[in-house]
């Protein structure tokens, strides 16, 4: 149980156009979903907390008119890179909240999607 | 917010050696401490946690122990063999409805032969 995915795994577009991202959580219900970006060889640096039914929680410094997040099910949030550029290359990381997973607040991860800009 | 530390970025140890990975908390509020291992390309996975009522956790080869009063916990990776290789990542959180986890730099393990 607790299966989380992405599409697409890996995606080339050409630099000023938009990019759309999938995160699915396939057997249960995810009321709050997370979107990181890793640049290679770096960790992972959570972009925005995305809750079912709202708006999304960016971090400082994540640009929310560049990064649109949309959680419209509870088994769908989508991130989507609007006039993407070289420097947004990067992989890009979801994972989803359980609520019946218990106390440990245990987030599962999707596969990653990589994403580059030419 | 809470900050993580982690050290050493990179480790290199030979085969049937322990390994041992370091990270420090910021806020004392956390109370959940995962340890994740990323092989390169692939998602990040779970492959021990520690919450703070419990000093220390252990899992056949790996173990995990936690001071909360220095606000620091480390993974132990015992009998390394060359499977193991790869960035591990410790995390911090506070357990609750959707808590964010807040990960540490990673470090890169090698295990030789």
Redesign the interface.
Known sequence: GAVVSQHPSWVICKSGTSVKIECRSLDFQATTMFWYRQFPKQSLMLMATSNEGSKATYEQGVEKDKFLINHASLTLSTLTVTSAHPEDSSFYICSAFNPSGGEYNEQFFGPGTRLTVL | GENVEQHPSTLSVQEGDSAVIKCTYSDSASN?F?WYKQEL??????II?I?SNVGEKKDQRIAVTLNKTAKHFSLHITETQPEDSAVY?CAA??????????????TRLQVTL
């Open positions: 959940y995962p390309g692939k998602r990040p996975q779970l946690d919450r990542f959180s506070v357990t609750g409805t959707a808590s964010k986890l807040t990960f540490g730099t990673g």
